[in-house]
């Protein structure tokens, strides 16, 4: 069956300090995967999506980036964190075929102080 | 394009009394359609889908979800709330591989 790791589960960081959070999926190939931020009391923003390794598609300009290094895995990066980056972060992977939904990992609630 | 619209990003029901979640949506071509759950600090979950087999979706804790062309609506109901349920609530289409969530609604369940 297919999981989804994602970790850490909580972080607090200083303003300025790098950041990399860090997914993986198993039981599946070549998934779609997805990073979205929920802000607090908002809805969910999708940051970037991958169709394949290396590939990477941003959907909003901002401090943040993604690498997708092997099939499975997806990584959310920040050079230097804003206050703004606070939030609660999702990974989530899906099959091309829209009918099978999306699978989310359990998300990391960020801090930065 | 596709779409989806929840009306009423909180609603607050009794314990026992009808939950009913809106959802409404838009797409060009025949939609699959989602909802999703999410409890506090936690990664949203599948509650049920249609794809395009029976219009009435149900699942085993009580929820329901009917499919409605005409109206272009997937609203989320449950006879009687438990205070389990309160948690956040997720409507989502899917159409020609694009995948569009709503804004959620939060849901309360009063003692």
């Known amino acids: 069956s297919q999981t989804i790791h994602q970790w850490p589960a909580t972080l607090v960081q200083p303003v300025g300090s790098p950041l990399s959070l860090e997914c993986t999926v198993e039981?599946?190939?070549?998934?779609?995967l997805y990073w979205y931020r929920q802000a607090a009391g908002r809805g969910l923003q999708l940051l970037f999506y991958?169709?394949?390794?290396?590939?990477i598609s941003s959907e909003v300009p901002q401090n943040l980036s993604a690498s997708r290094p092997q099939d499975r895995q997806f990584i959310l990066s920040s050079k230097k964190l804003l206050l703004s980056d606070s939030g609660f972060y999702l990974c989530?992977?899906?099959?091309?075929?829209?009918?099978?939904?999306?699978?989310f990992g359990s998300g990391t609630r960020l801090t930065v102080v | 394009a596709q779409s989806v619209t929840q009306l009423g990003s909180h609603v607050s029901v009794s314990e026992g009394a009808l939950v009913l979640l809106r959802c409404n949506y838009s797409?060009?071509?025949?939609?699959?359609l989602f909802w999703y759950v999410q409890y506090p600090n936690q990664g949203l979950q599948l509650l049920l889908k249609?794809?395009?087999?029976?219009?009435l979706v149900k699942v085993i804790n009580g929820f329901e979800a009917e499919f409605k062309k005409s109206e272009t609506s997937f609203h989320l109901t449950k006879p009687s709330a438990h205070m389990s349920d309160a948690a956040e609530y997720f409507c989502?289409?899917?159409?020609?591989?694009?995948?569009?969530f709503g804004t959620g609604t939060s849901l309360t369940v009063n003692p």
């Open positions: 989530a992977w899906s099959v091309l075929a829209g009918g099978y939904g999306y699978t």
């Open positions: 039981g599946t190939s070549n998934p779609n």
């Open positions: 991958s169709v394949g390794i290396g590939q």
């Open positions: 797409s060009s071509v025949p939609p699959y």
């Open positions: 249609y794809t395009s087999a029976a219009t």
């Open positions: 989502a289409v899917s159409a020609s591989n694009q995948f569009y």
